[in-house]
């Protein structure tokens, strides 16, 4: 039996567990993998618990005052304890040692999944996600459109402070910070809506900085963006000025168009001598910690 399956029989044996939107239920080769090396983890360490706990009661019950272990005060050596004792977590430290190095081989962010990746650009905002598409020139405020089976990499920073971006469902936490750029990659194989969030704390609205994840056919996605070219506003560097103060979004918002170059330069306005010989100009810093949060989640509700 699979380790994941394992993992699945547990979880299916927990009454009430709620498992949805987590690695638990993957939906990408991301989250199966990281699923799976779970699962092996998990397999691993019964070697030493199951033990641990069948081994210490027998032991207890068994050399207690009046029980029926031998008392012997003069015992010192046995090779096959010391073996046991030594070779198991030699072995133990070898076999995770070796599911880690893997896994982290395989689950590398920086690492493509296949030809033609839908590049999709992340500034992550107190306390809301702004989603770049520099490819279909359309962007959006807390919705994440994806296409079913195509591979997808995801540039992040950050317009405030460090953040932690993850998707459970189809792949692993990344950082995203101001004036640097982190990378994530990802297929999603299976349609449906997932839930996204910040990890990293961040101030009063750090519980409601969610967003959806919404995974459609590849002839749906290309709906969707001419529906969005069509029908969504345009947003500028003056538009992005105002999404700057901390706030809570209560519906994604679609933007028909983008300033070009609007990451690079959202980039730029924190580390601008990197950027000084590709033309880009300085974005408004973010508003001063206590300035701005007019929009606190109490407010916004």
Request: charged content about 15%; glycine content about 10%.
């Amino acid at each position: 039996m699979k380790p994941s399956a394992i993992v699945g029989l547990l979880a299916a044996a927990l009454p009430g567990a709620a498992f949805a939107d987590s690695f638990l239920e993957p939906a990408g080769p991301i989250a199966s993998g990281q699923l799976s090396h779970f699962g092996v983890i998990s397999a691993l360490m019964l070697i030493v618990i199951v033990p641990m706990f069948v081994a210490l009661p027998i032991v207890l019950y068994r050399y207690r005052r009046g029980g029926k272990g031998t008392y012997r005060p003069d015992w010192e050596f046995n090779w096959g304890l010391e073996l046991l004792i030594w070779g198991v977590p030699v072995v133990l430290v070898v076999a995770l040692g070796t599911a880690l190095w893997r896994q982290t081989i395989v689950g590398d962010p920086y690492r493509a999944l296949g030809p033609d990746p839908l590049v999709v650009e992340v500034v992550a905002l107190d306390w809301k996600f702004l989603f770049l598409y520099p490819e279909q020139g359309v962007a959006t405020l807390d919705l994440l459109a994806l296409p079913e089976d195509r591979p997808v990499t995801l540039k992040l920073t950050s317009g405030t402070v460090m953040q932690s971006f993850i998707v459970p469902s189809l792949a692993g936490q990344i950082y995203a910070m101001a004036g640097m750029q982190t990378q994530l990659n990802l297929v999603a194989e299976e349609t449906g809506d997932f839930t996204g969030r910040n990890t990293q704390y961040n101030g009063l609205g750090f519980a409601t900085q969610s967003f959806t994840a919404r995974v459609m056919s590849a002839d749906a996605f290309a709906s969707w963006v001419e529906t969005t070219k069509a029908q969504g506003s345009a947003l500028d560097a003056d538009g992005y000025a105002r999404l700057l103060p901390s706030s809570v979004v209560s519906a994604p918002v679609l933007y028909s168009q983008f300033t070009p170059g609007l990451f690079d330069q959202v980039m730029a306005g924190f580390a601008p001598g990197m950027f000084q010989n590709h033309g880009h100009a300085g974005m408004p810093a973010p508003p001063a910690p206590h300035q701005g949060h007019d929009h606190t989640p109490e407010a916004a509700q």
